[in-house]
């Protein structure tokens, strides 16, 4: 199955890091890859929320309604996006590795008839796109804690 994978260790607690990743209406201050397009739809399991992804700036944003398939609180938020065809896993983990340092990471899972022929495509700019992301969540969750 095709993958996307990046990984950051943050100096910060990983209830706090999840504070951060479940509010998606707060995005905005910190997330330039991912953006909450209906704050009314929490991440709830089994449901839908509203997300657009920029993968590059200058490009437009896409929209999907991903259905949220796992929410374990302070470890592992996972949701599904799928178009006839492909289907994009997205999950966020957090793991304690010290006092107040976490290490989180992000993968994006890839399956689906037109997996492979897509990747191709769009493997460089999400690539991109979510070390980004994981790497503004590191600078945003870092200077909320000093």
């Not at 997330?31 to 739809?41: A, E, V």
């Not at 490009?59 to 259905?67: K, L, S």
């Not at 037109?114 to 992301?133: S, V």
């Amino acid at each position: 199955m095709p993958s996307l994978y990046t990984e950051v260790e943050i100096n910060a607690a990983r209830s706090q890091i999840w504070q951060i990743l479940i509010a998606k209406e707060r995005w905005k201050y910190w997330n330039t890859f991912l953006f909450d397009c209906d704050p009314n739809r929490p991440f709830v399991q089994g449901r839908d929320v509203s997300l657009s992804v920029l993968r590059s700036p200058g490009e437009d944003e896409i929209q999907f309604r991903p259905i949220v398939t796992l929410v374990q609180p302070n470890y592992c938020l996972k949701w599904l996006s799928s178009i006839p065809g492909l289907h994009n896993e997205h999950v966020f983990e957090l793991q304690d590795i010290g006092v107040n340092q976490t290490r989180f990471s992000y993968q994006q899972n890839f399956s689906g008839t037109f997996a492979r022929f897509l990747l191709p495509f769009i493997r460089q700019e999400e690539r991109k796109g979510i070390q980004r992301m994981a790497w503004e969540l590191k600078r945003y969750a870092e200077k909320l804690g000093s």
